[in-house]
C-alpha cells in the first residue's frame, strides 16, 4: 500500500491551471492547419457530433458541464437505479424471447443461464395460447419468471398462466413475471385497440393476489421502430404510463398498487453512451411522474431493455452480434432489470440453436467473466453522462407534455399526431444513412456483394396496421434484393469497371471507395483486365486529383469509344469532359445506386 506524504503528491503543483478558453485556442490553431478559421466557442461546435432530438456531444466536458447531483441507488429520483442493491447480487434478469413452439428450446435456454421466458402469443403472429402449457411443460414456474406478450388476446393468454400456477402448485407469492396487458402499445402496433376493463381487473388480482407479478407493460418499442428518437421514446412511454395510472386508478387501486403493475420496455442501441443516458433519464423522468402523483416512493421503475430491432441487418448478420454485444453492455451499464438480446438472425426468420446460444451467453459473458453488474451506475459521475442524461430528461419530458396537451396518448396516436413527429425523426435520419452519414457494416460500408445468403425458417407474421416498422438497412436491403433478382434471372449481377489511373499509392484510396460504393447496391466492381474485358457498360475513375486534372477527360473519351455508355468519377464535382457522374463522400448513394440500376434495366 501506498502512503502519500502529508501535504499530498501534487505532481502538477509547479504547473498553472489550464484554462478552457486556452483549449479552444490550440483547438483553434489545429483547426487553422486544415483550412477552418474559426476560434472560440466556434472552433469547439467544429468538434461537436450532432445527436437526435436537437442535442449534441461536445468534444470535451469538464465540472462546468456538471448537473446536479442525481441521488443515490434506489432513493428518489432513481437516476442510478431503481433498487440500493442494484444488479450486484446476481447480475441482470437474461430474459430470452420466443416466438414459436419449439422442440426443448425454451428448457434449454433456461438451462443454459436464461432467467425468465418471454413469450409471444396469439394465433398468426406467435405461440397459440393454448400451446401456453406445452410450451411451459418441465418449467419450475416458481424459479422462472414468465412475460406474456399476447396482444388483443391478453385476458386468455393471463387466464391460462394463472391456471397453470394453479395446477403446478405454484404459491401466489412464488409467482414472477408480467402478464403483458399494453392496450396503447398494441394499438400503435395494429392501429386497433381493445378494452381495458379486464386489464383493470387483472391488475386488482396481481396486486391483491399475486405480489410478484405485474400485469402491465409499458412497451416503447412501436415507437422506436417506427423511427423515432430516444427522446422520442422516452415521452411516448411515460404518456402510455400516465394513461395507465389514469385507468388504473379509477378503477380503485392506489397510485403505488398501480406504479407496481407497471414494467418498462426500451430500445438498447449500439450508441452505447446514449442508451445509458436515456435508462438513466428513464428512471428519472418516471420517479417525477410518481412524485406529481403524490408517491414518490412508488417511481422505481422496473425496466426491460431489448436490443435494438431497428440496427439489425439482414445482409451480413454476423455483424450483428457485434451491435447486440454493445447495446447489452450499454443495458447492463445503464441499469435495467431485465435484458433481452435479440439473436444475430432475428430478421431473417426463426433463429437456429446457434443464435439463440450466442443471444444468450452475450449477457452471461458480460455479467461472469466482465463483472459488469459488480457496480452500481459505473457511468455515474461522468460529466458526459450526467450531462446526456439531463437533456434527454428534458427533452423526454417536452415530447410528453406534446402529447399531453394533445389530448393524451391515445388521442395522439389516433390524430396522427405521434406518427407524423416520429415520421419527421426518421426522415432525418433515413436520409443520413442514404448519405452515409451513418454507416452500416455490411450494408452500406463494407459490404460483400458475393456473401452466401444466411437461411433461416420463417417466423410468424409481425402486427401490422399501425405505426410503421423501419430498418436502418432497409434502403440498401431494397438494392441488394434488385440485385439478387437480377442475378436469378440472368445469371450474373450487375457490373460496374473500375478504371484505376496512375500508381496503386494515387488510386488505391478511391478505388477501395468506388467499390464499397457499388457493391452497397449489389452492383459488382470489376477491377481486373480492361473495360473491354469486364462486360461492363458503365465504368468509374479512380486516382488522386492531380492525376484527374492529367488523364481523367482523355481517359473518359478513351473509354466511350471503347462502348461505355456512362463514365463515374470517384471524388469532388469537377468540370471535367466526359465524366456524367461524381461519386464521393456525403453523396447521396441510395439515389446513385437506384438510378444505376434502372440505367443497367435491373429491375
Not at 5 to 21: C, K, N, S, V, Y
Not at 124 to 148: E, F, H, K, M, Q
Not at 265 to 274: V, W
Not at 342 to 363: C, H, M, Y
Request: net charge negative.
Amino acid at each position: 500500500m501506498t502512503v502519500l506524504p502529508d501535504d499530498g503528491l501534487a505532481l502538477a503543483a509547479e504547473f498553472p491551471d489550464a484554462t478552457h478558453e486556452q483549449w479552444q485556442h490550440l483547438v483553434a490553431g489545429v483547426l487553422r492547419k486544415s483550412g477552418k478559421e474559426v476560434s472560440g466557442d466556434t472552433a469547439e461546435d467544429a468538434l461537436s457530433t450532432a445527436l437526435e432530438d436537437g442535442l449534441g456531444t461536445l468534444p470535451l466536458y469538464t465540472a462546468r458541464d456538471s448537473v446536479p447531483a442525481p441521488g443515490l441507488p434506489g432513493f428518489a429520483p432513481f437516476v442510478r437505479g431503481g433498487r440500493a442493491e442494484g444488479n450486484t447480487v446476481g447480475g441482470w434478469d437474461v430474459r430470452q424471447r420466443h416466438t414459436a413452439v419449439g422442440d426443448g428450446t425454451v428448457l434449454t435456454d433456461l438451462e443454459n443461464g436464461v432467467t425468465s421466458l418471454w413469450l409471444v402469443l396469439g394465433e398468426g403472429s406467435g405461440i397459440p395460447v393454448a400451446s401456453l402449457g406445452r410450451v411451459l411443460d418441465g418449467v419450475y414456474l416458481d424459479l422462472a419468471p414468465v412475460v406474456l406478450d399476447a396482444g388483443a388476446e391478453v385476458e386468455l393468454a393471463a387466464q391460462e398462466l394463472l391456471g397453470l400456477y394453479q395446477e403446478k402448485g405454484v404459491a401466489a407469492d412464488a409467482a414472477r413475471g408480467n402478464l403483458g396487458a399494453d392496450p396503447l402499445g398494441y394499438e400503435a402496433r395494429t392501429g386497433r385497440s381493445y378494452d381495458f376493463g379486464p386489464v383493470s381487473g387483472l391488475a386488482r388480482r396481481c396486486a391483491d393476489t399475486y405480489p410478484g407479478l405485474r400485469a402491465l407493460t409499458v412497451d416503447s418499442l412501436p415507437y422506436h421502430e417506427a423511427g423515432g428518437s430516444a427522446g422520442q421514446e422516452l415521452g411516448a412511454s411515460l404518456a402510455t404510463g400516465v394513461a395507465y395510472l389514469r385507468e388504473l386508478t379509477d378503477a380503485g387501486l392506489s397510485v403505488e398498487q398501480a406504479c407496481a403493475q407497471l414494467e418498462f420496455r426500451y430500445a438498447a442501441t449500439a450508441d452505447q453512451f446514449l442508451t445509458i443516458a436515456k435508462l438513466r433519464a428513464a428512471r428519472r423522468l418516471w420517479a417525477r411522474v410518481t412524485e406529481v402523483c403524490g408517491a414518490p416512493r412508488a417511481g422505481a421503475q422496473m425496466q426491460h431493455a431489448v436490443t435494438s430491432p431497428v440496427m439489425m441487418t439482414r445482409r451480413d448478420p454476423w455483424v450483428n452480434m457485434l451491435r447486440t454485444t454493445v447495446a447489452t453492455l450499454a443495458a447492463g451499464v445503464g441499469g435495467a432489470d431485465a435484458v433481452t438480446v435479440l439473436p444475430f438472425d432475428q430478421e431473417l426468420g426463426l433463429p437456429d440453436a446457434f443464435a439463440r446460444r450466442i443471444a444468450r451467453n452475450t449477457s452471461t459473458i458480460l455479467i461472469e467473466e466482465s463483472h459488469l453488474s459488480r457496480v452500481i451506475d459505473p457511468a455515474g459521475g461522468s460529466w458526459y453522462v450526467e450531462r446526456l442524461t439531463d437533456e434527454l430528461a428534458h427533452v423526454g419530458w417536452d415530447f410528453f407534455r406534446d402529447i399531453e396537451r394533445a389530448g393524451g396518448q391515445a388521442t395522439a396516436l389516433r390524430s396522427g399526431m405521434v406518427g407524423e413527429r416520429l415520421a419527421e425523426t426518421w426522415a432525418v435520419r433515413k436520409a443520413k444513412l442514404a448519405k452515409r452519414r451513418e454507416s452500416v457494416t455490411g450494408v452500406s460500408e463494407f459490404p460483400h456483394v458475393a456473401e452466401k445468403p444466411v437461411v433461416r425458417e420463417p417466423a410468424p407474421e409481425l402486427p401490422s396496421g399501425g405505426l410503421p416498422r423501419v430498418r436502418r438497412d432497409e434502403a440498401y436491403e431494397a438494392l441488394r434484393a434488385r440485385s439478387d433478382a437480377h442475378l436469378a434471372a440472368t445469371g450474373a449481377r450487375p457490373r460496374v469497371h473500375l478504371a484505376a489511373l496512375g500508381p496503386a499509392s494515387a488510386h488505391t484510396a478511391r478505388l477501395t471507395f468506388a467499390a464499397n460504393l457499388f457493391q452497397a447496391g449489389g452492383i459488382e466492381p470489376v477491377t481486373e483486365g480492361t473495360f473491354e474485358d469486364s462486360g461492363a457498360t458503365e465504368v468509374c475513375l479512380c486516382s488522386s486529383d492531380a492525376l484527374y486534372a492529367e488523364q481523367a477527360e482523355a481517359t473518359a473519351r478513351e473509354l466511350r469509344a471503347a462502348g461505355a455508355t456512362q463514365v463515374f468519377l470517384a471524388g469532388r464535382p469537377g468540370q471535367y469532359e466526359g465524366v456524367d457522374t461524381y461519386v464521393f463522400t456525403g453523396c447521396d448513394a441510395v439515389a446513385v445506386l437506384s438510378t444505376t440500376l434502372d440505367r443497367m434495366g435491373v429491375s
